[in-house]
């Protein structure tokens, strides 16, 4: 009787090795189809999109970047503004500027013009808080947001108007003549400080009736916290280098270099 061939060692183990690569192989190619469906898969869906209102930006703007966001015609979140029920204090008399919070907010499918104003005036109402002088300070914030240079001199802004206030000067921003005329400009003429409006700080005196934009956290902490001093003027005479004094006489020195800095930037 013949006994049947046994196999080697040697042979066993290639057929051990052959199996194990023939496996690695497959999990690779595994592997990659995987991955491969993956980044289909992530390419086909829709990214998540997003608004995001900078600091300081007027109502007229938001409103127009939130029609952009949301594919609605030009106009629509202005007209939802005047209809939508909004949380804002009862001195806003229901006009929502000042209280558009600046953050980047999600933007869906099902995301309207009027449930993004809802929303940023909620987040204005979380980070602003509720009471009767919330819509004051907002106003003030408002005007130091659009004043102050850099954040570090916000307090130093604040002082400025409440120093002026206390002492029944008017304002004299020019940053509350540009929302009256609705531009945005370093250059005020004597004609302009002649313009009959309630936000013509030069000629009235107090505070404007609303905000004049949609300041940030920082504009109203320094509005609730202002940086002690007796400045009555300042100018930001060039970038960085802004000026705070109490002497109408170095004020108008540092306005004398701020046109001379003007004129020889071509400004």
């Known amino acids: 009787m013949v006994e049947p061939s046994q196999s080697s060692p040697a042979r066993k183990r290639r057929i051990r090795r052959l199996l194990l690569v023939c496996t690695l192989l497959v999990l690779t190619l595994l592997g990659a189809a995987v991955a491969f469906l993956l980044l289909w898969q992530k390419e086909k869906t829709p990214q998540p999109k997003s608004l995001t209102i900078p600091e300081g930006r007027r109502a007229s703007q938001v409103y127009d970047a939130i ?10 979140a202005m007209k939802a503004a005047a209809t939508t029920e ?3 204090p009862a001195a806003s008399e229901g ?4 209280f558009l919070f600046p953050a980047t907010y999600p933007v869906k499918d099902t995301t ?5 104003l ?12 509720t009471g009767p002088a919330v819509h004051r300070d907002v106003v003030v914030a408002s005007i130091v947001q659009a004043e102050a240079d850099t954040a570090a001199d916000m307090g130093k802004v604040a002082r400025v108007i409440e120093n002026r206030l206390a002492r029944g000067m008017p304002l004299q921003m020019d940053s509350t003549l540009n929302y009256a005329l609705n531009r945005s400009t370093l250059d005020t003429t004597h004609e302009d400080t002649r313009l009959d409006s309630p936000y013509n700080t030069y000629a009235r005196k107090g505070l404007p009736p609303t905000p004049i934009g949609n300041p940030g956290l920082e504009a109203m902490r320094a509005v609730r916290n202002p940086t002690p001093g007796n400045w009555l003027y300042f100018v930001t005479v060039k970038p960085g280098d802004t ?25």
Not at 95 to 98: K, L, V
Not at 112 to 116: E, I, P, R
Not at 244 to 267: M, W
């Open 86 to 88: 909004l949380a804002l």
């Open 112 to 116: 309207t013009a009027s449930s993004l």
């Open 118 to 129: 809802a929303y940023m005036v909620r987040t204005a109402n979380e980070r602003f808080g």
């Open 95 to 98: 006009n929502p500027e000042g």
């Open 67 to 76: 029609d952009q966001a949301v594919g609605a015609a030009p106009g629509t």
């Open 243 to 267: 000026r705070f004094t109490d002497d109408y006489e170095v004020q108008k020195q540092n306005v004398k270099e701020f046109n001379a800095n003007r004129r020889s930037a071509g400004g």
